[in-house]
């Protein structure tokens, strides 16, 4: 550790990204990455006449992305701010919308950025315990008088929360800014962006990473309000005001206006995970009810770190999470149904074993 680190860095616990090995021999279900090559017509916008424009530095308003965006959902581009992965957008509303005096509240079981972030940012953050059966319940956070982060479907369960749910929180408290993060929710949750136009309280954070196919090229939004939009846009030309790079906006684009390939890729996922827990199920594991492109799976028979490394000895990556409440199950991407299948028969094989 450096001797020159400043006492509230020493105190940060970093947020531990999933293993990402670089010489391609496993089969890798553990960062929730997409299966599928972009869409074509993002290689096809990626020309060379392109990449020759990399001496210059991109558009800091994300002009030709954020229109993008906002015809497909349906919004103005006031009402769109991109990012370098939608990672950087949670950073982003940390500052704006908490600090002195309004606090932070998110699940204790849940996406571990939110707590790195709290605590970057030193802030005041209130854990509020998932039900027992692993259910977010918004009546839990009714009282609750700061900015609140939920992520819908949620990670690492894949379990969802029903619009109607969220839009009672947003109505008990119109003077506190729910934030919901969305970045699985094309894996058959419901979204909360048709609200926008109706709660000047909610931001809607999305991603790229998954869905289309961009985990590479860094890409992710919010949906909101005008104004809210504004105090995300201070704090990132506060930050990086060219945080996009030129390629990523390009990529971004082609993407989000490929509407068939996306429903073709978002609908195989949907497909291979109904086949992966029914194949599962039939080895007696318990999976959890997902509507993201991963499950959480665990056996009676085999703990879920045991299962984790000898996945791992035997050329698969999950994700295993070494905590409280979450220990005997094990996080499993939707990929291919060839990787499902590989999957799931190292799975039999393994339970024989035991």
Do not use: H
């Not at 990523?248 to 995970?273: H, K, L, M, W």
Request: proline share 6%.
């Amino acid at each position: 550790m450096s001797r020159f680190l400043s006492k509230e860095a020493e105190r940060l616990a970093p947020y531990t990204p999933g293993e990402q090995p670089q010489d391609a021999q496993y089969v890798k279900l553990n960062t929730n990455e997409s299966p599928f090559p972009p869409s074509p017509r993002v290689l096809k916008a990626l020309s060379r006449a392109e990449l020759l424009k990399l001496n210059l530095y991109s558009d800091p308003t994300c002009a030709a992305l954020n229109s993008a965006i906002a015809r497909r959902y349906e919004l103005q581009p006031e009402n769109v701010i991109t990012g370098n992965g939608s990672d950087e957008l949670l950073a982003f509303a940390f500052r704006a919308f908490c600090g002195q005096g309004k606090g932070v509240a998110y699940a204790d079981i849940t996406y571990g950025f939110y707590k790195s972030q709290a605590a970057f940012f030193g802030l005041d953050a209130t854990v509020i315990p998932l039900r027992e059966d692993f259910t977010l319940n918004v009546d839990d956070y009714m009282d609750f008088p700061g900015t609140i982060f939920i992520a819908n479907p949620n990670a690492p369960t894949g379990m969802a929360v029903p619009r109607a749910d969220i839009q009672r929180l947003l109505e008990a408290d119109p003077d506190r800014v729910v934030i919901v993060d969305e970045a699985y929710v094309d894996f058959g949750a419901e979204s909360c962006v048709p609200m926008i136009y109706r709660y000047d309280n909610l931001l809607v954070m999305q991603t790229m990473s998954k869905s289309r196919s961009l985990a590479g090229g860094r890409v992710g939004f919010a949906l909101g309000s005008a104004e809210l939009i504004a105090a995300l846009n201070r704090v990132k030309y506060s930050f990086n005001p060219y945080n996009v790079n030129r390629l990523s906006i390009i990529a971004g684009a082609a993407a989000v206006e490929d509407e068939p390939y996306f429903q073709a890729c978002t609908g195989a996922i949907q497909n291979n995970r109904a086949w992966t827990v029914r194949e599962l199920e039939a080895l007696g594991f318990t999976v959890l009810p997902s509507q993201a492109n991963f499950i959480f799976a665990k056996s009676d028979r085999i703990p879920g770190g045991e299962l984790y490394r000898k996945l791992k000895e035997n050329g698969i990556l999950v994700r295993w999470f070494d905590a409280d409440r979450v220990r005997d199950y094990v996080r499993v991407t939707i990929g291919s149904l060839e990787q499902m299948a590989v999957l799931v028969d190292e799975a039999a094989r393994l339970l024989e074993e035991v």
